[in-house]
């Protein structure tokens, strides 16, 4: 019995925000981002990328024994966010939910999180769901962050197979969270608490504007950090499954930025290697970014030829991971 990836659907708000044409938006790649609406939270974007997955028919809802939500913008301090879209999406009450609280490397997270509920045998098929709305932690005068990052919400079906060849494989995490302070909310939550901190605002020498409550990004210390930790990974995945990077059938990383990617690759040495870089029209949707670009992916080549796909996820936490992934069990739709 292994746990397999069947297939990913994903939900955009409706909303576009598009980037002012500057050299900085040429070099980060992204022209255009969804942007959720005031009352458009994470549980409606997860509901929507779900929905449309149950609308491929290849499993019904009742057959869900476990949803798992990753995100950092949950609709609430509690309840879960997730056992709110059990009962939204009509699943089963016998059904386990939890969210967990990552980002970047959050997708990789949900993946070995339901292969071990899968192989253990505690579960045969999974909802895995990511959902941010980062939109609503920026500053709209914050420039170092607003142009980068989008709102999304995804949906994969994880699901037993009878057969000894993995689905998911060769699994490599890490974390330094002595870096936590280079991507961070500072106010609001049970350490700042929003009752007692009063709001302080500052304005760099680039004229942009954040306070205390709204999202800040030291985006220097976030590219060393990715160029530090991810080609060890990239070589740890590839030790684990005893393969060389040739025998990759595609790379899909965190889909930070245009910029950012290329660096990594050059990095890796993967400029020969099929290598997914597309953030023009969706930005950095940090948890979401891998399964969007698998998505994708899924529709450009045939899934056949995909059993071999590297993807590794880093940033906020700070925190990184990376696996194999083996698509051929998706169809196309």
Not at 287 to 315: H, Y
Not at 319 to 329: K, M, Q
Request: proline share 4%.
């Amino acid at each position: 019995m292994r746990a397999v990836i069947k297939a990913v659907a994903s939900y955009l708000p409706k909303k576009i925000e598009v980037n002012e044409a500057t050299r900085i938006t040429k070099k980060i790649g992204i022209f255009s981002r969804h942007i959720a609406e005031s009352d458009e939270c994470a549980s409606d974007l997860a509901f929507h990328a779900a929905e449309k997955m149950f609308s491929k028919g290849l499993i019904n809802r009742n057959s869900i024994d476990f949803v798992i939500l990753c995100t950092q913008s949950p609709d609430f301090l509690l309840p879960t966010t997730a056992c709110i879209l059990q009962n939204r999406l009509g699943l089963s009450k016998k059904c386990g939910a939890f969210d967990f609280n990552l980002g970047c490397s959050g997708y990789v997270y949900g993946l070995s999180i339901a292969k071990g509920l899968i192989e253990t045998r505690q579960a045969t098929n999974i909802l895995l769901l990511t959902a941010e709305t980062y939109s609503k932690y920026i500053h709209p005068e914050d420039n170092t962050v607003r142009p980068i990052f989008g709102d999304a919400g995804t949906a994969t079906l994880i699901s037993a197979e009878e057969t000894e060849i993995d689905g998911l494989s060769a699994f490599h995490f890490g974390t330094d969270g002595e870096g936590a302070k280079h991507l961070i909310v500072p106010a609001g939550a049970s350490r700042n608490p929003a009752v007692l901190t009063p709001v302080t605002e500052e304005v760099d020498k680039y004229s942009n504007r954040r306070t205390n409550y709204h999202m800040y990004m030291n985006g220097s210390a976030i590219i060393k950090f990715a160029e530090d930790v991810v080609p060890e990974t990239v070589s740890q995945i590839l030790s684990k499954a005893n393969i060389n990077k040739e025998q990759v059938d595609y790379f899909i990383f965190h889909q930070a930025n245009k910029f950012v990617l290329k660096h990594l690759q050059q990095k890796c040495d993967l400029l020969s290697s099929p290598f997914w870089n597309d953030v023009e029209t969706v930005g950095n949707t940090v948890s979401c970014t891998i399964p969007l670009a698998i998505e994708a992916l899924i529709l450009e080549k045939d899934p056949l030829k995909l059993s071999r796909v590297m993807v590794v996820g880093f940033g906020v936490g700070l925190s990184w991971a990376g696996c194999l992934v083996d698509l051929s069990h998706m169809t196309r739709s």
